[in-house]
């Protein structure tokens, strides 16, 4: 696992001073439900009936939205599925992948909304997974 995991208030300075993006792997609905301002969302899994599946379009819609260049923070709702994101993306070729440890809640730390980083319910169309689906069309 050679990529960094940093903790919130680290991650936040990467997005500002280092021009790092914030992609949100958590599912749509979390990510409606509240997220880092700025954020993308490109959900790692899918809810559906039967609980939690894979997103089969995962890598695809990462190499269109991001080159491989970009400098990327991953995170999710605890640490788990943003550990896996950030693999899959550095085994992809992603040189600059950055895991934000601790996700948007929290797990045995405090996350990116209870250390009172900003967040926003909403987001401009091409950051939700919906709109940047339809502008990769």
């Given at each position: 696992?050679?990529?960094?995991?940093?903790?919130?208030?680290?991650?936040?300075?990467?997005?500002?001073?280092?021009?790092?993006?914030?992609?949100?792997?958590?599912?749509?609905?979390?990510?409606?439900?509240?997220?880092?301002?700025?954020?993308?969302?490109?959900p790692l899994l899918e809810s559906?009936?039967?609980?939690?599946?894979?997103?089969?379009?995962?890598?695809?819609?990462?190499?269109?939205?991001?080159?491989?260049?970009?400098?990327?923070?991953?995170?999710?709702?605890?640490?788990?599925?943003?550990?896996?994101?950030?693999?899959?993306?550095?085994?992809?070729?992603?040189?600059?992948?950055?895991?934000?440890?601790?996700?948007?809640?929290?797990?045995?730390?405090?996350?990116?909304?209870p250390k009172g980083l900003p967040?926003?319910?909403?987001?401009?169309?091409?950051?939700?997974?919906?709109?940047?689906?339809?502008?990769?069309?």
């Amino acid at each position: 696992m050679p990529f960094r995991r940093v903790p919130p208030e680290e991650a936040k300075t990467l997005i500002d001073q280092e021009g790092y993006s914030y992609v949100d792997v958590r599912s749509v609905g979390e990510f409606q439900a509240g997220h880092p301002t700025g954020a993308y969302n490109v959900p790692l899994l899918e809810s559906g009936l039967m609980g939690m599946t894979p997103n089969p379009d995962f890598m695809a819609v990462m190499e269109k939205l991001f080159p491989k260049e970009s400098k990327l923070v991953v995170g999710c709702k605890a640490g788990g599925r943003s550990m896996r994101a950030a693999a899959m993306l550095e085994a992809a070729g992603y040189a600059s992948v950055v895991d934000q440890r601790a996700g948007f809640d929290g797990s045995g730390e405090p996350g990116w909304r209870p250390k009172g980083l900003p967040v926003s319910k909403d987001a401009p169309r091409d950051h939700t997974y919906a709109g940047i689906v339809e502008k990769l069309r």
